[in-house]
């Protein structure tokens, strides 16, 4: 087929825009329409008209938690809740729907909450329980780093009412089954296809893996999906003999994740200087044991993803990189998988140059500094000319990629796109659209070893793109939220909307 009649950005330096993009019946983009035109053997003579939309390559989420996010969307979600008492009738709701439809006899789970939220609740159990009228509840924070449950459910798990980090994650919550991790998944995949989403990089620590590879098995994955490891199963990984890159088209193993720190919201990201009420925040891997796992992961030919939010993690993450990097740097240099921070949410002055320097990846979710405002200047003040400084980072020769952490955050690319250029945390720390679409579309990719396959509309690689209603080179930056998504392709075929449009 050839797609005609409107701006096509192909994000390949040598031919940054085409009037027309031919692709094969593999689902591969082929060359200049004028040298195969009317040849069948190589494609179909299928001729679409964009009737002036625009081409861009397929975006790519490259931090997200897909399995919790898909679930998440089939739960009670409280997050645009006002206030705490809002988000227990959210609740109660939920539960009284699940009596009428003869479901609640299990957990009932969900997520959004903030800390500011609950402060307003003198009594968290009770306040659950009154809601949930004694059913075991568990509601996730919005960071995904606390969890709140009830009477009903610490009589069955004990504990803490309020538990964070490493006892809100080992929390023995009821497990969803096959058929619904699949189902989710599945429902999920057609959800990103509308936004515009061709490829992930997922970093669930549980399930998530298995049902990919389930659902690829059955040949159901449609995205291109790069899948992280936990670094707490790093001895299993070493006897498995795993290696990033392994897998499938559409499911490949992706980088070892490690935390050093919490969440700016609940005052455990690892700080130099203590927060104004006192403490430092949390340091959950040490540096020493930090180059460990470098160590170990590289001699396995995977890279580090290392989550580190507060500047004394960031600046910890840099200190294992540089220590080790013999170890690591030709997995970077030859096989194109340099490690990357995650989030990088408040970086020291000194340390902007450092990502450039050794060649780390600055993962960011622009959405977040929007969504952390009001948390971010209560806890660092002053600190936050460094915060979400993807500016910055650019300036100083980081490399970018940008993702939405869902279910932290929405999972939607041109609010990820409008944030990069519009929502800048201080003056300055913006990037320009093209910087945005780099880190949306072709460096993802290119970090994970498949700059040649993804992420640019070039000869030979797959035709994985999306449909937009206007150019976002020519849009204003006020108005690039409202861009839509017509029509998602992945290796030549439409995942979501085709033509006619």
């Not at 509309?457 to 939220?481: I, M």
Request: hydrophobic share 45%; glycine share 8%; proline share 6%.
């Amino acid at each position: 087929m050839i797609l005609e009649g409107g701006t096509i950005h192909t994000a390949d330096p040598a031919l940054p825009r085409v009037r027309a993009l031919p692709i094969d019946d593999r689902g591969r983009i082929t060359r200049g329409v004028e040298a195969w035109e009317g040849d069948t053997s190589k494609v179909s003579d299928e001729r679409i008209d964009l009737g002036g939309r625009t081409v861009v390559p397929g975006f790519v989420d490259a931090h997200l938690h897909f399995l919790s996010w898909a679930l998440d969307r089939l739960r009670v979600d409280v997050r645009n809740a006002p206030t705490a008492a809002a988000a227990l009738e959210l609740i109660a709701a939920q539960a009284a729907a699940d009596r009428t439809a003869g479901s609640d006899g299990t957990w009932l789970i969900g997520a959004g909450w903030t800390e500011a939220m609950l402060a307003e609740v003198a009594d968290p159990a009770a306040a659950l329980d009154a809601a949930t009228e004694g059913r075991p509840a568990a509601i996730w924070a919005r960071d995904r780093h606390a969890l709140w449950l009830n009477a009903a459910a610490l009589a069955q798990v004990g504990g803490e009412v309020i538990r964070r980090e490493e006892a809100a994650w080992a929390t023995p919550l009821p497990a969803p089954t096959r058929a619904e991790r699949q189902r989710a998944v599945s429902l999920g995949q057609q959800e990103a296809h509308r936004l515009g989403l061709t490829g992930i990089h997922d970093f669930e620590r549980h399930g998530g893996r298995a049902t990919w590879q389930e659902l690829d098995g059955q040949e159901r994955v449609t995205l291109r999906v790069s899948s992280a490891l936990p670094s707490e199963h790093l001895d299993a990984i070493e006897q498995l003999e795993l290696v990033s890159g392994f897998g499938s088209d559409h499911v490949r193993i992706g980088a070892v994740k490690a935390f050093l720190d919490g969440t700016v919201g609940a005052r455990t990201a690892h700080m130099l200087e203590p927060y104004d009420d006192g403490g430092t925040g949390m340091e959950l891997l040490s540096t020493a044991a930090l180059a460990d796992v470098i160590r170990r992961s590289a001699a396995l030919g995977l890279p580090v993803a290392m989550h580190a939010i507060g500047d004394a993690a960031v600046r910890s993450a840099l200190d294992a990189l540089e220590q080790t990097h013999a170890d690591w740097r030709d997995l970077a240099d030859v096989h194109s998988r340099p490690p990357r921070i995650e989030h990088a949410q408040l970086v020291h002055p000194d340390d902007l140059a450092r990502f450039g320097a050794l060649g780390v990846v600055a993962s960011m979710q622009p959405v977040h500094a929007a969504e952390d405002r009001q948390a971010a200047e209560a806890a660092w003040g002053s600190r936050c000319t460094g915060a979400y400084a993807w500016g910055p980072l650019r300036d100083a020769g980081a490399t970018l990629v940008f993702g939405t952490d869902a279910p932290i955050s929405p999972i939607d690319p041109i609010a990820t796109l409008a944030a990069a250029v519009n929502a800048p945390l201080r003056p300055g720390q913006e990037v320009t659209v093209a910087d945005a679409l780099t880190a949306m579309t072709t460096t993802p990719s290119a970090i994970t070893g498949q700059a040649r396959r993804f992420g640019r509309l070039s000869p030979g690689a797959f035709a994985d793109l999306v449909v937009l209603d206007r150019d976002p080179f020519e849009t204003p930056a006020d108005e690039l939220a409202s861009i839509e998504v017509v029509a998602t392709m992945v290796a030549g075929r439409w995942v979501h909307g085709r033509p006619p449009w």
